[in-house]
């Protein structure tokens, strides 16, 4: 991850991080240490504090749906981001976010990408490995498969 790296422990310390940072970030599970999600934002700072908020509702909503469906008996399977977010969330836990690499909004697609790619080749267990299998359209015109 680099000198780029800026840990902020057990997600009290996201105003640490400062509004207004644009770059990719990567959301650590505080369970095992390990990066589980990257996403890219223009704004840090905001895009965590939407994503536990989300997760919050999100969590909810499962809870209630998989009660009346499952009788309650069964555990929700992980679809994505927001299913890990809230498995994390049931434990007390909140994920630690890190910023992985500041950039300007014009490489934010590029830098994502490629910071998929490497966690993945270095066995991050990624809940959103299908963002390389997605095409991407990169500013200069240059599509990655």
Known sequence: MGDNVNVLEGGGGVSAIGNGISGVYGLVDPRDGLIHYVGQALDIHKRYLAHIRNARVYGKIVTIRSGLTHGGDETVQFKGHKDWICDVMRTG???????????APELLDIVEYELVSEGIEAGWPLVNQNLTARKRKYPNGVVAA
């Open 93 to 103: 836990l909140i994920p630690e976010v890190v910023v992985l690499q500041e950039c």
